[in-house]
């Protein structure tokens, strides 16, 4: 157990919908990541919150946007969905902002589905 | 262009024998981080260990270390006495800087499997 948490594990929704999917931190880590796994792209990092802030932007779609919450949890938020869009999400959180006392520990994902 | 290359996409090993994953890596940055991940077919990533581009000596965690040879761009995972839970899909990933913040980049990954 990683001590990050994801809800909810699994999600199935249609085209077009919108979701939102939520991250805990391990305690004392202020650094979130969000990353998409899928089978043509393989993992890829989305975006970073460092204590609230936004820090770094990978390639996230303009419908997708997230924020970190003042307690440090964050949520994803896919809109507009699309086949494509189905994926394994995971969020993963570190101690500091660029990583030199810390490594990235991942919660467990949520997977979605869109039909 | 591939910054994370596992040139291995399947493996397989027998159940004790020793394994080597391989992964090169491409970067410009004199400072970075190495890391391994494995991934079992339930679908969480474990992070096994952890390699500092400055760190004089190779990184060991149990039955895995890495094989850092920096000259060579290469950190490969060593796996000693493997098991069947081993069997897993293993990332290799760099840690790349982007304006103070950091992200990992991942290789396509190798499936290992371990068989009885």
């Known amino acids: 157990d990683s001590g990050v948490t994801q809800t909810p594990k699994h999600l199935i929704t249609a085209t077009g919908q919108r979701v939102t999917l939520r991250c805990s931190p391990r305690?004392?880590?202020?650094?979130v990541y969000w990353y998409q796994q899928s089978l043509d792209q393989g993992l890829q990092f989305l975006i970073q919150?460092?204590?609230?802030?936004?820090?770094a932007k990978g390639n996230i779609l303009e419908r997708f946007s997230a924020q970190q919450f003042p307690d440090l949890h964050s949520e994803l938020n896919l809109s507009s969905l699309e086949l494509g869009d189905s994926a394994l999400y995971f969020c993963?959180?570190?101690?500091?902002?660029?990583?030199?006392?810390?490594?990235?520990?991942f919660g467990p994902g949520t997977r979605l589905l869109v039909l | 262009a591939q910054k994370i290359t596992q040139t291995q996409p399947g493996m397989f090993v027998q159940e004790k024998e020793a394994v080597t994953l391989d992964c090169t890596y491409d970067?410009?940055?004199?400072?970075?981080?190495l890391f391994w991940y494995k991934q079992p077919s339930s679908g969480e990533m474990i992070f096994l260990i952890y390699q500092g581009s400055y760190d004089q000596q190779n990184a060991t965690e149990g039955r895995y270390s890495l094989n850092f040879q920096k000259a060579r761009k290469s950190a490969n995972l060593v796996i000693s006495a493997s098991q069947l839970g081993d069997s897993a899909m293993y990332f290799c990933?760099?840690?790349?800087?982007?304006?103070?913040?950091?992200?990992?980049?991942f290789g396509q990954g190798t499936r290992l499997t371990i068989n009885p």
């Open positions: 970067t410009s940055d004199p400072s970075y981080g």
């Open positions: 919150y460092y204590n609230g802030e936004e820090r």
């Open positions: 305690s004392g880590d202020l650094s």
């Open positions: 990933a760099m840690r790349e800087e982007d304006q103070g913040a950091q992200k990992l980049v």
């Open positions: 993963a959180s570190s101690v500091d902002l660029a990583g030199e006392f810390g490594t990235q520990y």
